[in-house]
């Protein structure tokens, strides 16, 4: 018998920080991704209240964990605690993925690539020429806004409850593309929407504010940034209101979780493998 140590295998580190943040998905994603690909990882769920953040993150990183994602209510606030971040974060005015590397936190959002791809690579949207309305104004928005302009649309129109909060969204992004702002009861056809988003958290709640019913046609295709097990208000509404196909964030949620996993592996899970295996439908 050999008197040689037992070599010990140190499995890299990382979680996902937000408060509530008990219904995330992310860690059952983000181990599928690790069986799928052959990368030993473990992956926590970790409830941080915001005046932890901070010390939550550097002690993370202090006793080793490689990366961690970044939730609600903690996105924007953690631009500030970065040493360097991405221009799609800078962009979104948030983060959800930190990389430790060399003593210091990289901060990205792969939160609207994630949108990107489930729109164009799972969906097969062509959002070229194409006239999208965002519904809502607030940190889920602006998130989507960049993104969006890059894959040239005709039109793209934010309206929200309070317009104010929309058009100074529309003002900052308007060096980008063609964004304009209105309330909720001024979107009018013409322009047919082929795609309207919605990423107001209303449905958090159970709400169905008065959403456009104009903006809808039986060529719109209807995409909620929130999901559940069952049809989400909006969802509802939009089927209820004629809308092509009715989507809920399913796809985004992998593609994200798969871009972070690709950040900190360097390895791409096969996403349409993962969202069959959890068993939901993009
Ligand atoms: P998030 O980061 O999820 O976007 P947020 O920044 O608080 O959260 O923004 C929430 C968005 O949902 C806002 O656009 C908000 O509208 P207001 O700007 O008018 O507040 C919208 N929202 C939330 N509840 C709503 C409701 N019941 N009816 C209409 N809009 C609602």
Redesign the pocket.
Known sequence: MSNAPAATTVIDRYAVMGDPVSHSRSPVIHRLFALQTGQSIQYELLQVAPDKLESAIRQFAKTGGKGLNITLPHKSEVTRLVDDMSERASNAGAVNTLVFQDGEIFGDNTDGVGFLRDLQSNLGLELEDANILVL??????RGIISPLLDTKPRSLMIA???VS?AKSLAEHFSTQGPVTACRFEDVRKPPVYDLVVN????GLTG?T?PYPEDAISEHTICYDLSYAMTATPFTRWAKEHGAARSLMGWGMLVEQAAESFYLWRGVRPDTAAILKQISITA
């Not at 809502?136 to 928005?141: E, M, N, P, V």
């Not at 990423?199 to 209303?202: E, G, K, N, V």
Request: glycine fraction near 18%; hydrophobic fraction near 25%; aromatic fraction near 0%.
């Open positions: 809502g104004a607030g940190g889920a928005t929200n409850r309070t909060r990423a107001t958290s209303a709400q504010p």
